[in-house]
Antibody, heavy 117, light 108 residues
Framework: EVQLVESGGGLVQPGGSLRLSCAASGFTFSGSWMSWVRQAPGKGLEWVANIKQDGSDKYYLGSVEGRFTVSRDNAKDSLDLQMNSLRADDTAVYYC??????????WGQGALVTVSS | EIVMTQSPGTLSLSPGERATLSCRASRSLSNNYLAWFQQKPGQAPRLLIYDASTRATDVPDRVSGSGSGTDFTLTISRLEPEDFAVYYCQQYGTAPKTFGQGTKVEVK
């Protein structure tokens, strides 16, 4: 069974940093593209970033490019999202997602990030 | 970026009725890379349909997807109680991958 467990969410002040992690199990992690997708409170879904199997290709939502960095450790079956210069509009539940190609197939339960003073 | 527009915003129906949800892309989708997701309150989204018309694992056959190019439809032939939820379409062929704003299917 595919399991994706996010950690590292919490409350951070505007301008601060936070690192989300995702522990993956139940599938061949090194064989999958992985994504982060977020959802602001009461709002819709927004794709944030994705990363190729070997980490060689990464894509970002325009509004986070230069502030967020996605990375992975295939030896540890883990995915990270380093978030810097956080803003109030980054407040959301962040989902770790296993992709098949670029299709979002399996989702974690999400980690809440709140940016507020 | 490709803008995805869903209609209607809310659909009020009774169990047993047919639900028809629309999704329109601002330009033609390559290879019809269009997916539909279902989300219930407090839960993560669940993949229902991909490649516009292929059902994902364990999705009942009362749920179907159709369309091509820029216009796509999700149909639930007879609504069951577990079908009342929010539905999102997403194009996943071109970065940035973009979602529609969602259609809520609620009990009338």
């Amino acid at each position: 069974e595919v399991q994706l467990v996010e950690s590292g969410g919490g409350l951070v002040q505007p301008g601060g940093s936070l690192r989300l992690s995702c522990a993956a199990s139940g599938f061949t992690f090194s064989g999958s593209w992985m994504s982060w997708v977020r959802q602001a409170p009461g709002k819709g879904l927004e794709w944030v970033a994705n990363i190729k199997q070997d980490g060689s290709d990464k894509y970002y939502l325009g509004s986070v490019e230069g502030r967020f960095t996605v990375s992975r450790d295939n030896a540890k079956d883990s995915l990270d999202l380093q978030m810097n210069s956080l803003r109030a509009d980054d407040t959301a539940v962040y989902y770790c997602v296993r992709d098949q190609g670029w299709l979002h197939v399996n989702w974690g339960q999400g980690a809440l990030v709140t940016v507020s003073s | 970026e490709i803008v995805m527009t869903q209609s209607p915003g809310t659909l009020s129906l009774s169990p047993g009725e047919r639900a028809t949800l629309s999704c329109r892309a601002s330009r033609s989708l390559s290879n019809n890379y269009l997916a539909w997701f279902q989300q219930k309150p407090g839960q993560a989204p669940r993949l229902l349909i991909y490649d516009a018309s292929t059902r994902a694992t364990d999705v009942p056959d009362r749920v179907s997807g159709s369309g091509s190019g820029t216009d796509f439809t999700l149909t639930i032939s007879r609504l069951e109680p577990e079908d009342f939820a929010v539905y999102y379409c997403q194009q996943y062929g071109t970065a940035p991958k973009t979602f529609g704003q969602g259609t809520k299917v609620e009990v009338k």
